[in-house]
T-cell receptor
Framework: AAGVIQSPRHLIKEKRETATLKCYPI?????VYWYQQGPGQDPQFLIS???????DKGSIPDRFSAQQFSDYHSELNMSSLELGDSALYFC????????????FGSGTQLSVL | DAKTTQPTSMDCAEGRAANLPCNHS???????VYWYRQIHSQGPQYIIH???NNETNEMASLIITEDRKSSTLILPHATLRDTAVYYC?????????????FGSGTKLNVKP
């Protein structure tokens, strides 16, 4: 069965650079969630989208932005990268019915040097 | 959103049942209880979820108290591969309401 695809798997950037992470949800899933997980930390919710509209916002820095496109894939754009942005970034998708489970991707490991 | 409280860590002997508790005393009537686990740095993996009734699937059983203020995840025969961080999440998700927040989970150590 198709799963949530995230790219790239690993990304190395310098401070003050920009990064773009991509998430391809499971087919027919219309909701996407983004999470950030620092070393030894629990996943922190960043932002979610339903039908290409932002549906909820968590602790996402102003330097980050995200959107969901017409094909339902989503991109997380991160600018002016800081050392503290080094983390695992997970994307999850959910189907159209209420109270369904979320399916998570394998994550993108971002290292800011 | 309802908050959850879980023990920081638990040990379990291989082959025995692992019972992981979760307190969610502020849960509202239409919020579901979800359990996920995360093995090392992999993406969180769905285990089970429920509203009021006890649930069972091929991975685990979920026991929810009658007042819904707490629940227990049961892994009937724990194996070494069940060593992971287990998260209890209380959430209401609908087509336009998408809050799904992780708290601090339980690190389950399955020992030989």
């Amino acid at each position: 069965a198709a799963g949530v695809i995230q790219s790239p798997r690993h990304l190395i950037k310098e401070k003050r650079e920009t990064a773009t992470l991509k998430c391809y949800p499971i087919p027919r899933h219309d909701t996407v969630y983004w999470y950030q997980q620092g070393p030894g930390q629990d996943p922190q919710f960043l932002i979610s989208f339903y039908e290409k509209m932002q549906s909820d916002k968590g602790s996402i820095p102003d330097r980050f932005s995200a959107q969901q496109f017409s094909d339902y894939h989503s991109e997380l754009n991160m600018s002016s990268l800081e050392l503290g942005d080094s983390a695992l970034y997970f994307c999850a998708s959910r189907g159209p019915a209420g109270n369904e489970k979320l399916f998570f991707g394998s994550g993108t490991q971002l290292s800011v040097l | 959103d309802a908050k959850t409280t879980q023990p920081t860590s638990m040990d379990c002997a291989e082959g025995r049942a692992a019972n992981l508790p979760c307190n969610h005393s502020t849960i509202s009537g239409n919020e579901y209880v979800y359990w996920y686990r995360q093995i090392h740095s992999q993406g969180p993996q769905y285990i089970i979820h429920g509203l009021k009734n006890n649930e069972t699937n091929e991975m685990a059983s979920l026991i929810i108290t009658e007042d819904r203020k707490s629940s227990t995840l049961i892994l009937p025969h724990a194996t070494l591969r069940d060593t992971a961080v287990y998260y209890c999440i209380v959430s209401l998700t609908s087509y336009n309401f998408n809050k799904f927040y992780f708290g601090s989970g339980t690190k389950l150590n399955v020992k030989p």
